[in-house]
């Protein structure tokens, strides 16, 4: 069992940063994969970033390439997803959520997760 709680969103202005964490209880955090997802008002839960095992292999949507960065501290138990150049489009409920990825394919869907956050809010304004 691994429970999963996130921190760090707020309000920003657009082209402004953030840096969401994900606190993980449980010994064997080093063994998940981690994902962030977000959800905004009346849409789908969609993919945003996740990270192997091992702090290896790094995944992105297009649309936060180069602006977003997943790290992992495995000693903390910690996960991050550094934000920058926000937009309002990026305003959603952000959730981390940690499973055991065998394909590629199942980190980009939340059927590849078992364990979900609460989520954090992000708000950002024009």
Same mark, same amino acid.
């Given at each position: 069992?691994?429970?999963?709680?996130?921190?760090?969103?707020?309000?920003?202005?657009?082209?402004?940063?953030?840096?969401?964490?994900c606190a993980a209880s449980g010994r064997t955090f080093s063994s998940y994969a981690m994902g962030w997802f977000?959800?905004?008002?009346?849409?789908?839960?969609?993919? #945003?970033?996740?990270? =192997?095992?091992?702090?290896? +292999?790094?995944? *992105?949507?297009?649309?936060?390439? &180069?602006?977003?960065?997943?790290?992992?501290?495995?000693?903390?138990?910690?996960?991050?997803?550094q934000m920058n150049s926000l937009k309002p489009e990026d305003t959603a409920v952000y959730y981390c959520a940690?499973?055991? #990825?065998?394909?590629? =394919?199942?980190?980009?869907? +939340?059927?590849? *997760?078992?364990?979900?956050?609460? &989520?954090?809010?992000?708000?950002?304004?024009?």
């Open positions: 069992q691994v429970q999963l709680v996130e921190s760090g969103g707020g309000l920003v202005q657009a082209g402004g940063s953030l840096r969401l964490s977000r959800q905004a008002p009346g849409k789908e839960r969609e993919f #945003v970033a996740a990270i =192997s095992w091992g702090g290896g +292999p790094t995944y *992105y949507a297009d649309s936060v390439k &180069g602006r977003f960065t997943i790290s992992r501290e495995n000693a903390k138990n910690t996960v991050y997803l940690a499973g055991v #990825v065998n394909s590629r =394919s199942y980190y980009y869907t +939340p059927w590849g *997760y078992d364990y979900w956050g609460q &989520g954090t809010q992000v708000t950002v304004s024009s």
